[in-house]
């Protein structure tokens, strides 16, 4: 795969240093991850990642939000609770931080760009705020995905573990995905 096919090919992204090398590292397989700071007790986290998929199947796939189950492991249940415009979204988890175990419930108002992205906005919950955005961009033969997430959870947690703790979960959540979504096609 030539160079030149990858400048072509990956989408320039304002939040992302797409140099050749992360160019190659994402169609290689890599989820590329950018953290940022967000609260003192929150933390912001955007990952990229090729899927080898066409965008539609991605799209189909990722907007069966029951299916979020099989994504995050930690989400333990999802499912819309009212249809329309705006969707609302329920999402129950449980997070095991340190030596405590904590269970989530979420109520999400979602607005869907059709094929393009999905936005994510706290309507009510365990956090204080939440939000995220999901896009999706024709890349080669396939799709990129670029997850962004800012949340900030009712439990005080310094926000430097909770931005490890997105810098290493999110990656794996992502691989999660690829998997699930690469085994059904």
């Given at each position: 795969m030539s160079a030149s096919f990858l400048s072509?090919?990956?989408p320039?992204?304002?939040n992302m240093p797409w140099t050749q090398d992360k160019q190659k590292l994402l169609m290689q397989g890599e989820i590329l991850v950018q953290t940022r700071s967000h609260t003192a007790w929150g933390g912001a986290v955007t990952a990229w990642m090729?899927?080898?998929?066409v965008?539609?199947?991605v799209w189909q796939q990722i907007t069966d939000y029951s299916r979020w189950v099989q994504y995050f492991p930690d989400v333990t249940k999802s499912e819309v609770a009212q249809r329309g415009e705006v969707k609302r979204l329920y999402q129950a988890a449980q997070k095991s931080f340190f030596f405590l175990t904590a269970q989530v419930e979420i109520y999400l108002d979602v607005v869907e760009e059709l094929g393009l992205q999905i936005q994510f906005r706290l309507q009510k919950g365990s956090f204080h705020d939440f939000t995220a955005n999901l896009e999706l961009?024709?890349?080669g033969n396939g799709t990129l995905l670029s997850y962004a997430v800012q949340a900030t959870p009712t439990i005080p947690i310094p926000s430097i573990f909770i931005q490890q703790a997105m810098n290493f979960e999110l990656p794996a959540n992502m691989r999660k995905m690829r998997q699930v979504l690469c085994?059904?096609?």
């Open positions: 072509d090919s990956v320039t992204d304002s090729y899927l080898p998929l965008r539609s199947y961009k024709d890349c085994k059904g096609q």
